[in-house]
């Protein structure tokens, strides 16, 4: 079992920038890939990007890409999604998840964090 906490949400002006966290005090996590989605109110959640296990493979969604950055720190067990140029669509809560296998399917990843609401006002 591995346990995510995402952290860093907030409110931002459109066109300002926010970084998120998300903590695992598990080891393992270490071994996982780990991938960022957002669910806005009344739609459903969708991918935003993820991050290979060591941090070899990046893959983003077309809304996010050049945008957003995925990284990670194995070493603090700790995922980061540091957005800029925000707009307010991309207002929603954001959720970190883990997985074995990388994938931009919500059922692909057996962890999830507990969400973390950005917004963005124009």
């Not at 060591?54 to 067990?77: E, M, P």
């Amino acid at each position: 079992q591995v346990h995510l906490v995402d952290s860093g949400g907030g409110l931002v002006q459109a066109g300002g920038s926010l970084g998120l966290s998300c903590a695992a005090s598990e080891r393992t996590f270490s071994t996982l890939a780990v991938a960022w989605f957002r669910q806005a109110p009344g739609k459903e959640r969708e991918f935003v990007a993820y991050i290979s296990w060591g941090s070899s493979t990046k893959y983003y969604a077309d809304s996010v890409k050049g945008r957003f950055t995925i990284s990670r720190d194995n070493a603090k067990n700790t995922a980061y999604l540091q957005m800029s140029s925000l707009k307010p669509e991309d207002t929603a809560v954001y959720f970190c998840a883990a997985a074995r296998k990388l994938s931009t399917n919500e059922r692909g990843y057996n962890y999830w964090g507990q969400g973390t609401q950005v917004t963005v006002s124009s």
